[in-house]
């Protein structure tokens, strides 16, 4: 994971912590929303992803404004853009992040896992 976290790091300005949150929000988004089969091959082909993605559960909470907003918006890739505008990414990082993001993805699970996790949420292509 720590890999991961640099090459965001390096690619968007990010901090490490705002990287690493991100990433767990993301990895999130993906569990609850992509294909179930290819998601769990992603996570473990990612050592660390598990421990992003509890993190990330954990400090969804009440959700606040921000979860109000992302509900208000039907979820799906605009709740997650919300998420990760709250966390500190700004709009124009939220590309290349996941371009990194799936780009490693790629490199460590293949694009047999990763194409149908792409194709399987709507409007989830424009960031990869």
Excluded: C, W
Excluded at 65 to 87: E, N, T
Aim: charged share 15%; no cysteine; net charge negative.
């Amino acid at each position: 994971m720590e890999e991961l976290i640099a090459r965001v790091t390096a690619r968007t300005g990010l901090d490490a912590a705002t990287a690493q949150t991100a990433i767990g929000h993301i990895l999130a988004f993906l569990q609850k929303e992509g294909p179930a089969a290819e998601v769990n091959q992603l996570i473990a082909a990612m050592p660390g992803s598990e421990s992003l993605i509890a993190e990330s559960n954990g400090a969804e909470g009440g959700g606040g404004l921000m979860g109000m907003l992302g509900g208000m918006m039907g979820g799906g890739v605009m709740a997650l853009g919300q998420k990760l505008m709250s966390a500190g990414v700004p709009m124009g990082q939220m590309q290349p992040l996941g371009h990194e993001l799936f780009a490693y993805g790629r490199e460590k699970a293949g694009e047999d896992v990763m194409g149908p996790i792409v194709g399987s949420i709507p409007g989830l292509n424009q960031f990869v």
